[in-house]
C-alpha cells in the first residue's frame, strides 16, 4: 500500500528552471531563492558545465537545472 502524504496548509505550484551564470551568480540565486518570500521545496537539482555559444567565451559559466515548487496558502 502507498503511504498517505501528510495533510499540509500550503499549496504547491511546480516551476522548471534553467539557470546560467558562474558559480557566484548561482550561489546567489540559490540564497534568493531559499529566502525568498515564498518556501521554495527543491524536487530535483543537476549542476553542470555550461555550453553553447555563451559558454565559448565564458568558460567559467554553469547550467544549473531545477525541478521546483514554490510554496503558498491558497
Do not use: C, W
Given at each position: 500500500a502507498q503511504?498517505?502524504?501528510?495533510?499540509t496548509p500550503f499549496v504547491g505550484v511546480a516551476?522548471?528552471?534553467n539557470v546560467t551564470g558562474t558559480y557566484p551568480q548561482?550561489?546567489?540565486f540559490l540564497g534568493r531563492l531559499e529566502n525568498g518570500?515564498?518556501?521554495a521545496r527543491v524536487l530535483?537539482?543537476?549542476?553542470?558545465?555550461?555550453?553553447g555559444a555563451a559558454a565559448?567565451?565564458?568558460p567559467?559559466?554553469?547550467s544549473?537545472?531545477?525541478?521546483i515548487e514554490l510554496l503558498g496558502q491558497p
Amino acid at each position: 500500500a502507498q503511504a498517505k502524504a501528510a495533510k499540509t496548509p500550503f499549496v504547491g505550484v511546480a516551476f522548471n528552471l534553467n539557470v546560467t551564470g558562474t558559480y557566484p551568480q548561482m550561489l546567489d540565486f540559490l540564497g534568493r531563492l531559499e529566502n525568498g518570500q515564498h518556501f521554495a521545496r527543491v524536487l530535483n537539482a543537476r549542476f553542470s558545465k555550461a555550453t553553447g555559444a555563451a559558454a565559448s567565451n565564458n568558460p567559467d559559466l554553469l547550467s544549473l537545472t531545477l525541478n521546483i515548487e514554490l510554496l503558498g496558502q491558497p
